[in-house]
């Protein structure tokens, strides 16, 4: 069973840094996955914040955190990185990583991944 866990949540102020890790485990056949990170605000439904092609570089970002926030992977492709800049009030929010077999160049829904992690929190100070 694939099991995803994150890391380097935490509180920051406005304008400020996070580097979040998901890391793998379980994938005993070295499946190659597309990877993602989410979010979810309290009241607000979940939305993709930004993925990566399981075979090539190619990474989707929303909008609302391009230029800011970067997707990236180990060279093993364990773990996976979530790197945060600028951070911003609006993006406060449960971060959670996801694995799947397809990758679009479009914002994914949360049925297009497989699996996921439990989820850490980030939350940004005015």
């Known amino acids: 069973q694939v099991q995803l866990v994150e890391s380097g949540g935490g509180s920051v102020q406005a304008g400020g840094s996070l580097r979040l890790a998901c890391t793998i485990s379980g994938n005993k056949y070295g499946t190659y996955y597309a990877m993602g990170w989410f979010r979810q605000a309290p009241g607000k439904e979940r939305e993709m914040v930004a993925s990566?092609?399981?075979?090539?570089?190619?990474?989707y970002y929303d909008d609302s955190v391009k230029g800011r926030f970067n997707i990236s992977r180990d060279p093993t492709r364990n773990p996976f990185f979530l790197e945060m800049n600028s951070l911003k009030p609006e993006d406060t929010a449960m971060y959670y990583c996801?694995?799947?077999?397809?990758?679009?160049?479009?914002?994914?829904?949360?049925?297009?991944?497989?699996?996921w992690g439990q989820g850490t929190q980030v939350t940004v100070s005015s």
């Open positions: 996801a694995v799947g077999r397809t990758w679009r160049p479009r914002t994914m829904l949360p049925g297009d991944f497989d699996y």
């Open positions: 990566i092609a399981p075979h090539t570089e190619h990474a």
